[in-house]
């Protein structure tokens, strides 16, 4: 199949990032990248985010060319270190715990290919405060398998949102996509 130069491709397969760009009326394919690379250890996790957001869109670009293709990477940080996505229940209640009655950042990176043109690049910050959060609640949020697929071992639009206490900054940007800044892009361009 040929590419019009209008096309939009989100590389990622993420049901929240769907959605939320269907919710602004995009007309878009999803296309998941291949290969996601694994953070830096130590490094900054705003750059970090953008970096693997830049990674993902930059091989659909390359298989995509004539397309505009977003890349996105959402990260969860707390005393300096990135949570990813929890290997298994154990590692989400270590997860859950680290963040209990304490308020994290959530980063997301976002890169964005344009054909013929320069791509554009920015990482939205928004800090979300967790209300102190019992062993028991902890356990039984792990065993539902929710946070097994979360940066963070939660997720704000499922049955995490029950464990936040504050949001400051943009609520989207910790469910995969800042969507304020994302579409003021999409108004500006299309």
Not at 12 to 40: D, K, N, Q, T
Not at 52 to 69: D, G, M, N, S, T
Not at 105 to 115: A, N, W
């Amino acid at each position: 199949m040929q590419n019009k130069p209008t096309d939009f491709i989100l590389a990622s397969a993420s049901p929240r990032r769907i959605e939320m760009l269907r919710r602004e009326g995009c007309r878009f394919r999803a296309v998941p990248a291949a290969h996601e690379p694994e953070p830096e250890p130590g490094a900054p996790p705003q750059a970090e985010a953008i970096r693997i957001a830049r990674a993902k869109a930059a091989e659909v670009f390359a298989r995509f060319p004539e397309a505009v293709v977003l890349g996105a990477d959402t990260m969860v940080c707390i005393d300096e270190d990135i949570l990813g996505k929890p290997k298994d229940n154990a590692e989400a209640v270590e997860m859950l715990r680290r963040l209990s009655g304490r308020t994290h950042e959530v980063f997301t990176g976002v890169y964005i290919c344009v054909p013929g043109g320069e791509a554009i690049c920015f990482a939205e910050k928004t800090e979300v405060t967790f209300r102190a959060l019992s062993e028991a609640e902890i356990i039984a949020y792990a065993e539902t398998g929710e946070p097994l697929d979360k940066a963070g071992a939660y997720g704000i639009q499922g049955g995490g949102r029950l464990f936040v206490e504050r949001v400051e900054g943009d609520y989207d940007n910790v469910v995969g996509l800042p969507m304020e800044r994302l579409r003021q892009w999409i108004i500006e361009n299309g």
